[in-house]
């Protein structure tokens, strides 16, 4: 069975700029959720999607949005990047959203 | 408000040695707790886990314990081998009720000396 994929693995923007990550899930995994880790922090969660909905959102500002389509493949977007918005964003995915995630590798995002 | 913590940033020991992390979690409604393991420039990887209605959970070297009253777990490796040398993530999530959110600690360096 194929892991968690995340594209792309670096990717270097500039501040005013937008960014769209891709996420596939395990195959049969409904729920997909994205976080954002930076040096020295631990994981902080940006939203979860379930079955197309959006169930679950973090702190984050608007410039912070995602969906996820019907074969629960999930995208996430940032608008008008910001310097602090440089770092490592991980996707997850579960079979309900309750129970053990399994991550991707991530997407190493710099903003300069 | 960190609802999750990890309190010791790094731990060294010598292999062979148990290594103790310790978490701790201030929100009542967490049912469901979990530990990671990360390796640099990869994705955490789930470790082992334990259900608010246990106590104690063990799969080969790893064992967590948990003790609700004092909302803190810990997650026992024996013996330490160099190649558990990672950063350990604590989690913690509402369970089957609350679904869809997992809350992490900020992780606890481990670094095993042979």
């Known amino acids: 069975k194929a892991g968690v994929t995340q594209t792309p693995r670096y990717l270097i923007k500039t501040r005013g700029q937008q960014v769209t990550l891709s996420c596939s899930p395990i195959s049969g995994h409904r729920s997909v959720s994205w976080y954002q880790q930076t040096p020295g922090q631990g994981l902080q969660f940006l939203f979860e999607y379930f079955s197309e909905t959006q169930r679950n959102k973090g702190n984050f500002p608007g410039r912070f949005s995602g969906r996820q389509f019907s074969n629960s493949r999930s995208e996430m977007n940032v608008s008008t990047l910001e310097l602090g918005d440089s770092a490592l964003y991980l996707c997850?995915?579960?079979?309900?959203?309750?129970?053990?995630?399994?991550f991707g590798s991530g997407t190493q995002l710099s903003v300069l | 408000d960190q609802q999750v913590k990890q309190n010791s940033p790094s731990l060294s020991v010598q292999e062979g040695r148990i290594s103790i992390l310790n978490c701790d979690y201030t929100?009542?409604?967490?049912?469901?707790f979990l530990w990671y393991k990360k390796y640099p420039a990869e994705g955490p990887t789930f470790l082992i886990s334990?259900?608010?209605?246990?106590d104690k959970n063990e799969d080969g070297r790893f064992t967590v314990f948990l003790n609700k009253s004092a909302k803190h777990l810990s997650l026992h490796i024996v013996p330490s081998q160099p190649g558990d040398s990672a950063v350990y993530f604590c989690?913690?999530?509402?369970?089957?009720?609350?679904?869809?959110?997992?809350?992490f600690g900020d992780g606890t360096t481990l670094t095993v000396k042979p």
């Open positions: 929100n009542s409604m967490f049912d469901y």
């Open positions: 334990i259900s608010s209605i246990k």
């Open positions: 997850a995915s579960s079979l309900e959203g309750w129970e053990k995630l399994f």
């Open positions: 989690a913690a999530s509402g369970g089957v009720t609350n679904a869809g959110k997992s809350t």
